[in-house]
């Protein structure tokens, strides 16, 4: 292992002793023990944070609306774009474990502008409202409020719900989690209800039509949003990114060694953050049975959890896209000639077949609340992710404080949404999610670029991704930036 | 004694059971249904939820599940929740048209879904009711042993910082 014995140039917390391992420019990582892998599987690990976050307006909206429109076999798209963020979720664990930094960090240690381009970027991405914009789509469905003032209504109270967090985020959190709980048991009753073996096998089938690409999908109007929608099967944008300060705050693998990162909901709590994470010793077989160990960990939450969460939900709500395309044939008319909002409202009739327009309610209200949900987690996330690298790199910003920063990165999101719903060039709350998820696509084929970079660079061989892992990520970066590129060269536009 | 500590194990299953049978079973058969009618559908699919629903609390109080693991809990509702959509269908749904294999396949595949919901609740719903019942109830106090051994390992974990 290429250790030195180099002090590091802070010293707190005491290193145990004075071996470092320098990765990129950035101050080198002390070596700490490795702390013992969880014995157990168990279900509650920090995937959670990503399914919780993932299994969201892809899954119940977008791929669905793509399934009315072309068919089940579009789906092959969704199994690529999953399986490849079940890879990719691995690899961001891998750095975020080994030395309980970020990728962000990574990135910096590899190379500083590229952790303020993911800043840009995380702006450029995450000012389109698009998940609250499609839940208020949903709710103006059932209520008649026009989606505009639900859409803000929903931001501000996004960033007031954050700055009382300290009062109530985990009352806030116990409430979510339940609400998840509830939507995935809801969906599946509702799935056995309305839905038939044939709906899944056509479902699953369609999986696996390699290569399908109706013509009609080849369009200025739908080839974008299709770009959009690989980018929300599963976690979309920056989410995996994030999912790497999570892992950190929860103290997986080296991880343990860094202390929580105190969000606006702990303000007056902080604690000295190192500027660096730490290594452990990879030439030692004891530290390298433990590291497996960490890897079995979190190879579970990705197979299992992630994976086959995101595909059941999935497939379930396919089951009602194609029992609502059966109901309601006129529904893929309505759809190519741009009314894009038809496939809410003809999904909400599906479920109403199956019983009572009620049910038809509950299912736009699963919508709105998954809209809300997700922004909670995407706009918290976002401004934790902001605040983490404006604390560690700009000169003087530790002077600010981590929760002020928090706080200026979450209303600033919320004020700029409020710009762009109002004034943006998007139009209506369906081209708001689907500028969202394009642009999301820009930034997962940066990341897979980056992970690349971080992985084989900034870490010491033993833990360095093995090579089809790496092959995998790098067709995960051709694969969206492909797909984006493709979409603008031939049809000159970003999003309809 | 003993009996009715390993039941009183079984309430936050049951509930879970009742009130997601009640949700989408009773508001299925609403339209066009007598109200009495919808009421016996969603009880006959909650019932069956919550019978097996407090069953798999009875069975984690004797450790044959482990709290929080998903695998046996997924293979339990494959079985339960199928059986469940079946003998709500026979009384009171427009019956298995495709033939029972076929309903039974589906019901299947869906029940993972709903295992996962399911445990999701139940892991967030339990410990609170352990912690309620652990003075009085033996059964309970060794369950909520086992909560607490894993609270305190995550705990440790995250101890370790400085």
Redo the contacts between chains.
Sequence with gaps: MDTSNTPPATATPPVEDGRVWKAGRLEPMPIRKLPDAPPSVHLLGPTVFLVALGVGMGESYMWPRLVLLFGPEIRWLFLIGVTLQAVVMLEMARYAMATGESIFSGAARVFKPLMWFFFIVAIAVYIWPGHLSAGAAAFEEITGIPWVVTAIAGLILVGVIFTLAKVIYNLLENVLSLLIGALVLGTAVIAAMVGSWADVVTTISGMFAIGYLPPEAMSAAWFPVIVGACAFAGPSGMQQMWYTLHLRDSGAGMGAHIPKVRGLRHAGEEEEMPNRGFMFDTEDPAEMAKWKGWRRWVTFDALLLFWGVTMLVTISFTVIAQSAARINPGVRDALMADDREAALSAMSAAVSSAGSSVLGVVFLGFIALIGLNATLGLFDSFSRGQADMTFNFVPGAKKIGMSKLYAIFLWGVIIFGILILLFGPADGPSAILDTLAFLSTFAMGAYCVTLLLVNNRMLPKPIRPKWWSNAIIGFGAVFYLGMLFYSMIAFGVVVN | MNGRHSLELALPGAT?GAV??A???G?????GQPAGMAALSALA?SAPLALFGGLYGVLLGHGVF?P???GPVGLYWMAA?PLS?LVQETLFGVGTA?GVL??L???A??????A??????H??LMPHWLIRRAPDNPVAKELLGHYLR?AR??QA??G???
Excluded: C, N
């Excluded at chain 2, 595949?109 to 709903?114: K, R």
């Design positions: 879970i997601a049978g949700m989408a079973g508001l299925t058969l609403f339209a699919l482990r929080g693991t998903f929740f959509r495709d076929t309903f396949a589906y019901q595949m869906v029940s993972l879904g709903f996962i919901g399911f445990v999701w609740m892991e967030r894993y390992m995550t974990r995250k370790a910082r400085k």
